[in-house]
């Protein structure tokens, strides 16, 4: 008998208790592995539906700067795919927070796609983001995603025509991640006033939850989204708290302290 995902299953609840999700983004590594699983910790305790695993890559071209340099730490702090997949396994034990892997194909191509499902799954793995594959190339490994058990989460950008979207959202599973907006990630003072029509536009062609990130950071931004998707996500401001507290005392406390009004004004949407 199949183990149900624990991404669908979270999203089931949400929708029972009239709850919008709250999805938090974090780089592993950053500023440790160690640091890393203990803030994943303090985020489960926030509240957090899906917690996304930033697996750290040099080159990382699809997000603002303040990623951009929680990888580049992470990676010079000797953060390893196999360390990565270390933090989710030592989670698994106190922990049913689903987890989605949010990474680049060279890092799963170095460690061997198949070696990295099975491992991923292994550790206690929910979902998987790859950013630079598109669904053209995604197709043609689709059996061993799907044999794997960990669903495949796909983007959607401001920019993609219909069309495009009904191909994009075909080969997904567990949400739809919505990109409001153009560029690369980034705390933003307003949110995109194209999310609500944008976001009943993919509806026409999926059933998949759908969650809406890029540029939220605050409780009021986090309401005004979840009042128009099934989730809210929310990473540049998370990481860029790691960045700022990481070498001091409380790190934990501090994180839990921002996300959890967050999580709540997702919740009461």
Known sequence: MTTPNRISERFRALAEAGQSGFVAYITAGDPSLAATLSVARALDEAGVDILELGIPFSDPVAVGPTIQAASTRALANGATVAGVLDVVRELRKTSQMPVVLFTYLNPVYVYGFENFLRDAVEAGADGLLILDLPPEE??????????????????????????????????????IYYVSREGVTGEQKDISDTIGEQVAEIRRHTTLPIAVGFGISSPEQAAAVAKQSDAVVVGSAIVRRIAEHGSGEGLEARIKDFVSPLVQAAHTR
Do not use: Y
């Open 138 to 175: 995604a197709a043609q490994n689709a059996e061993f995603l799907v044999a794997s058990g960990l669903q495949p989460i796909r983007l959607i950008a401001p920019t993609t025509p219909p069309a495009r979207m009904a191909k994009i959202v075909a080969g997904g599973g567990g949400f």
